[in-house]
């Protein structure tokens, strides 16, 4: 519900506000005054383009906004998915500056047009006699017969069994997809694994294996300085123990002279201890190290194939092989188990699949039980606005699952007698048009959340007891919902709870457009007005007060 609107500098609108009540809210006003650009103005408000042309002060901002309470409206995963604040209240903005530049807000926070046009969608609904509604379109049609028949259950079992389907259905063409990629490189990757598993790679072994080959390539050499460091070592006439024994009773002697040179004696000892350990350690080594032409040709050759498929690959490392090789593993054990797996998916798509028919059968035996009660209401109400011969039917066809069902309709439409319906959109007339959508949206008022509806001189080119009829419906919508209704007639204008008047303000240099909320007073004078002119007779006043009185 539009609770309060205000403009600034657009078109003919120096400075314009109006707090439209929550039920039917009607605007009059001379021909050009301003009633179209109010309508313009809110447009800006619902996402349309605008305009720097339409600046009232070329120099200054036009400034939009509108406040509205949408609390009723469901909104709030909107608000989610956009990442906005949710309240009660919302207030939209719409900022045009000189330089062409235009802005959007909802609740201070700037927005895309897009999201902006689709939030208006929810608030308010424009509708004048020459609009190109979406009455024709099936989605639309759909959505109304889904509120007229209350599928609301069946068509959430319906959208949970599309998205069940659509999962399964994803899960395997994916998988098929893939399995045709893996097939296609399924001889290859074998052979690239057949190689790998043939070396049976450890992790670390690339690093054991240079040693080892740095080792047994300079095996002669390393045995051969490894007997020539223990000889200076271990010599019995010049060997570096015998003369550390000397050393060392040497310093036994000292130390028997002098405490201090106790540190001395020990440090000597435990280089000693460290060079008697070395000498073991290479000892040792000498026995294990050996000559082994034979052995070193195999550490070579499994090098060489270590080094040669790290360069196939673009791989650094032993650890990198081995992962691959568990990968091409993977692989070749996915094609051995795909074809079952591929059953298992296709065997759960096609039980999906079912399950969506089911449910969409479901839905469809509870739209087509509306077919015959929709058309006839609708028939009965479009006779009753001036359309005496109006007929209405259904089409009906089966397609393949859809979000919205396996249902396209279509709704038929005839104005004459003894002439078949047609598809609205080849026969209906501008007018004919107006006064359907206005019909149906009179029977979708207590089934839907309607957002405020705006009939801009829906009344053009009816008879003044078809316009009575109308704006009694109008009456009975704005029960549950809010009306701003732009009206010439004054029999229906008299109906509204608000009164505004439009008009032109001619009193300074520029022409512009104001609206004001009429009281009682000038309500009647207004009425009378539009019964006989700008001078309305007294007899005039009377019909402008016998017509409020009934309202």
């Given at each position: ?409 279509d709704l038929l439409f005839s104005a004459n007698k003894g002439i078949k319906p047609q598809p609205l959109k080849q026969v209906a007339s501008g007018g004919e048009f107006s006064r359907l ?76 457009s104001k609206i004001k909320l009429l009281d009682s007073e000038n309500r009647i004078l207004e009425i009378a007005k539009m019964i006989a002119g700008s001078n309305p007779s007294e007899s ?12």
């Amino acid at each position: 519900m539009l609770k309060s609107l205000s403009i600034a500098n657009y078109a003919l609108i120096q400075s314009l506000e109006m707090n439209p009540c929550q039920s039917l809210n009607m605007i009059t006003g001379e021909t050009g005054a301003g009633k179209s650009i109010m309508l313009g103005a809110v447009g800006l408000l619902l996402g349309n383009r605008a305009d720097t042309k339409a600046l009232f002060d070329e120099t200054k901002k036009c400034i939009v906004e509108g406040e509205f309470d949408i609390q009723a409206y469901g909104l709030q995963v909107f608000f989610q998915n956009e990442d906005l604040d949710f309240d009660q209240s919302c207030i939209i903005r719409r900022e045009i500056s000189p330089n062409g530049k235009s802005r959007a807000f909802i609740n201070d926070s700037p927005v895309k047009l897009e999201v902006l046009k689709e939030l208006g969608k929810s608030l308010m609904d424009i509708h004048s006699q020459h609009d190109s509604l979406q009455l024709g379109e099936g989605a639309y049609q759909l959505n109304l017969l889904d509120a007229y028949t209350d599928t609301k259950q069946e068509l959430v079992a319906y959208k949970a069994a599309f998205s069940e389907f659509h999962k399964a259905k994803k899960a395997y063409e994916k998988l098929k997809a893939e399995a045709q990629e893996l097939k296609k490189e399924a001889d290859f990757n074998q052979f690239q694994l057949n190689e790998l598993s043939s070396l049976s790679l450890q992790s670390g072994e690339q690093e054991e294996l240079e040693s080892a080959q740095e080792i047994l390539e300079n095996a002669e050499e390393i045995k051969s300085k490894i007997a020539e460091a223990l000889g200076y070592l271990q010599d019995d006439h010049y060997g570096a123990f015998n003369i550390m024994s000397q050393v060392s009773i040497s310093l036994q002697q000292l130390s028997k002279l002098a405490n201090k040179f106790d540190t001395y004696r020990e440090r000597f000892q435990s280089t000693l201890i460290e060079l008697k350990d070395i000498a073991a350690d290479l000892e040792n080594e000498d026995g294990q190290i050996e000559v082994d032409f034979e052995k070193l040709e195999v550490t070579r050759d499994r090098l060489s194939r270590i080094y040669l498929l790290q360069q196939k690959h673009g791989l650094e490392s032993v650890d990198d092989l081995i992962s691959l090789e568990k990968s091409l593993a993977e692989k070749a054990f996915q094609i051995e188990n795909l074809e079952d797996t591929l059953a298992e998916l296709e065997k759960d798509r096609d039980l999906k699949f079912k399950e969506l028919n089911k449910m969409g059968d479901s839905l469809s035996q509870k739209r087509k039980s509306g077919f015959k009660g929709f058309a006839k209401e609708l028939s009965q109400l479009l006779h009753q606005l001036g359309m005496e011969n109006a007929s209405i039917d259904f089409t009906h066809e089966v397609i393949a699952p859809m979000s919205s069902g396996l249902d396209q309709i279509d709704l038929l439409f005839s104005a004459n007698k003894g002439i078949k319906p047609q598809p609205l959109k080849q026969v209906a007339s501008g007018g004919e048009f107006s006064r359907l959508i206005f019909a149906i949206k009179y029977m979708m008022a207590d089934k839907m959340a309607l957002p405020t509806l705006i009939f801009d001189e829906i009344d053009t080119g009816v008879s003044g007891e078809v316009a009575l009829q109308m704006v009694r419906m109008m009456q009975e919508i704005a029960k549950t919902h809010q009306v701003i209704c732009i009206s010439h007639l004054p029999q229906v204008a008299a109906k509204g709870d608000q009164h505004y008047f439009v008009y032109k303000d001619n009193s300074s240099a520029r022409t512009v457009s104001k609206i004001k909320l009429l009281d009682s007073e000038n309500r009647i004078l207004e009425i009378a007005k539009m019964i006989a002119g700008s001078n309305p007779s007294e007899s005039a006043i009377a019909s402008a007060k016998e017509l409020l009185k009934t309202a």
